[in-house]
């Protein structure tokens, strides 16, 4: 049965117009074969990120351009971009050498949702540093009077947004895209690390990827960064936890971790008002937010896997091993490690699309690997 809902899968993608790599590689993706580690031997960038004319790295300078003239071009709804941060600012990565850059790439940037997987990055400098034993820890052992079913909440339930905080479900009984739980992550985080902010901590990423614009948080635990520095973790996170044959984060925190998390099976927690007890409030916004997760979300990431209701890509323009770290109003970053291609920007990104290969998002991807010639 398995094999004959991926044929099903197959020629739903064969119908909808994918390629024949995307296609390929989706079939990959589908029987279990995709494998992460498969990513192209790459630069790591010094002081500086080293910059190179897109044809030296199988780019087509011609189409590079379109697709950063989509992204600073306003969308129809002004959400979709930049907000009161001002202009569009970003860079392009491919194996590991700048090819483009615009706007003001080193000007530090509140990255808003697109900060979440830095919380999942700190926890697991946390475990690695024998802070905490694993993922599976319980948040409430960290100084909170937790209530009822959240005592059993752990800092995995909160990284894959199904802890249940503010609403009525235990924990791993429901998803919600839920910025009260992630206000707690955050918290507990600091508490974990000594209660002085996630920038000392940090540190060790400040001074390993050589970031040339400062720290990293905010006070309000948000990534507070440049589109070069933030290029950087995301090209560590791309390359699990490696730079420049060192391993920063022990390895397995990646190959366990950087995939869907939330089981697509797993159904949507019941929208009521946030019961926050604690008086934390929230990382953002509300408690149950954003449709899709289940099957497509993981330790904050986003995934390009197949959706529950139609066994179709997320974003079924691009190759499946596609990832990103997503914040309101373009705050983006997408890494595609087949590609060894990264683009980190604030832009006219658009809304995901959930499926949908017309969308704004899902064209924006398809321009940037059409850059792609080698």
């Not at 029987?31 to 910059?51: D, L, M, N, R, T």
């Not at 006070?219 to 507070?224: A, C, I, R, W």
Request: proline share 7%; net charge positive; hydrophobic share 40%.
């Amino acid at each position: 049965m398995k094999g004959l809902g991926n044929i099903i899968r197959f020629r739903k993608a064969c119908s909808s117009g994918l390629s024949m790599v995307l296609l390929a590689e989706a079939v990959l993706f589908m029987v279990g074969g995709f494998s992460w580690a498969a990513v192209p031997a790459a630069h790591f960038p010094a002081k500086i990120w080293e910059k190179k004319p897109p044809g030296e790295v199988g780019m087509d300078p011609e189409k590079l351009h379109a697709f950063i003239s989509r992204l600073t071009t306003l969308a129809k709804d002004p959400a979709d971009g930049p907000t009161e941060e001002g202009e569009s600012c970003g860079c392009v990565i491919k194996d590991g050498f700048m090819v483009a850059s615009w706007g003001k790439p080193s000007q530090k940037t509140n990255w808003r949702s697109a900060s979440k997987p830095m919380l999942s990055t700190m926890l697991f400098f946390a475990i690695q540093e024998g802070r905490l034993k694993s993922v599976d820890d319980r948040v409430g052992d960290w100084s909170w009077t937790m209530f009822g079913k959240d005592r059993s909440i752990t800092f995995a339930h909160l990284a894959n947004m199904v802890s249940g905080y503010t609403l009525k479900e235990p924990p791993g009984a429901g998803w919600a895209y839920n910025d009260f739980a992630i206000q707690l992550y955050a918290l507990t985080l600091d508490r974990v690390f000594g209660g002085k902010g996630l920038n000392a901590p940090s540190g060790r990423l400040l001074k390993d990827l050589r970031l040339e614009d400062g720290d990293v948080f905010a006070k309000s635990m948000k990534v507070e960064t440049s589109a070069r520095d933030f290029a950087r973790i995301g090209w560590m996170w791309m390359h699990h936890g490696e730079w420049n044959g060192r391993q920063i984060l022990r390895r397995d925190f990646f190959e366990r971790y950087m995939k869907p998390q939330v089981p697509a099976s797993l159904p949507r927690a019941a929208k009521r008002d946030p019961l926050d007890y604690l008086g934390i409030g929230s990382y953002g916004g509300d408690n149950n937010q954003w449709e899709p997760g289940p099957g497509l979300y993981g330790f904050n990431w986003w995934f390009n896997a197949p959706m529950p209701a139609t066994g179709g890509l997320y974003w079924p323009t691009a190759p499946p091993d596609t990832f990103a770290a997503i914040g309101y109003g373009g705050h983006y970053m997408v890494m595609i490690p087949s590609r060894n291609l990264l683009v980190a920007a604030c832009g006219y990104w658009g809304s995901e699309g959930s499926g949908d290969p017309n969308s704004r998002f899902s064209t924006n991807l398809k321009l940037i690997l059409e850059a792609v010639k080698s």
